[in-house]
């Protein structure tokens, strides 16, 4: 039985807009927590949905179902996918790659 498990979450690429204070708030978080700043605002994100009660009431309803995405997502191009599909994980983490830029293995 393996040691580690890895899960495989797809990811998606979405621009937003944030104030200059919180981005740089943003950035400050992650280097305080030794993350990138993606995993920030994902985790805050996670947090705050799962904490909210009334949005997991609403969540439950159908018009939570019909809301049209307001998110700008980025969409892979076909030469991004064929990239991506051809990359295999290499088994054990680089020695080098190990730091905040390139993340880490501290929870968030």
Do not use: C, W
């Not at 580690?4 to 305080?32: C, G």
């Not at 905040?100 to 293995?105: I, K, T, V």
């Amino acid at each position: 039985m393996p040691l580690l498990e890895v899960v495989q979450v797809r990811q998606i690429s979405a621009f937003i807009r944030l104030t200059e204070t919180t981005a740089n708030q943003v950035d400050q978080y992650a280097a305080f927590i030794r993350a990138s700043g993606d995993d920030v605002v994902e985790q805050a994100l996670v947090y705050v949905f799962s904490k909210d009660r009334d949005f997991q009431d609403f969540l439950k309803t159908d018009e939570a179902r019909a809301v049209p995405s307001t998110l700008r997502v980025r969409r892979p191009s076909p030469a991004d996918a064929a990239e991506t599909a051809s990359k295999k994980p290499s088994p054990l983490p680089d020695a080098s790659l190990s730091g905040p830029q390139h993340g880490s293995a501290k929870k968030v």
